[in-house]
């Protein structure tokens, strides 16, 4: 399951670039998030009848903030990238761009909210990821 996980995160993480380059530019973003949404919603429900029907009830009852502030974030990101994707940023540079500035920020939340620790390795690692971030956009 760790890999199988992270495969259909880069998988997924492919295709919602590609997908999000390809919106048809005239259409009114809040349309397309619409439709993208109900979509997505449609397979949450399904998923949950499916994988989760005996606890469903149970799960939505225990849910917390991070649910519901998680909506709002998702719905950022995807207007976020649409911007960016139709303001001219290239497919092969705004992911990266994102997630390496995303993962240096993580990095300090995780350190010192969630007490994870770093090692030099992930240092020289994010050094570099800088630097070719910096490299790229030159």
Known sequence: ?????????????????????????NVIPMASMSVTYAIALLFSLVS????????????????NWASYTLGIVIFTLEIGFLFVYRSGWNINTAALF????????????????FKESISIKNIIGIVLSVIGMILMRK
Not at 1 to 20: A, D, E, K, P, R
Not at 100 to 107: C, D, F, H, N, P
């Open 1 to 25: 399951m760790f890999y199988t996980s992270m495969l259909v995160v880069i998988l997924g993480t492919v295709l919602y670039h590609v997908s999000q380059k390809l919106i048809n530019p």
């Open 48 to 63: 949950l009848f499916i994988f989760g029907k005996e606890s469903a009830i149970t799960s939505f009852k225990e849910l």
């Open 98 to 113: 994102a997630n390496i500035i995303s993962a240096v920020i993580l990095t300090f939340i995780g350190i010192t909210i």
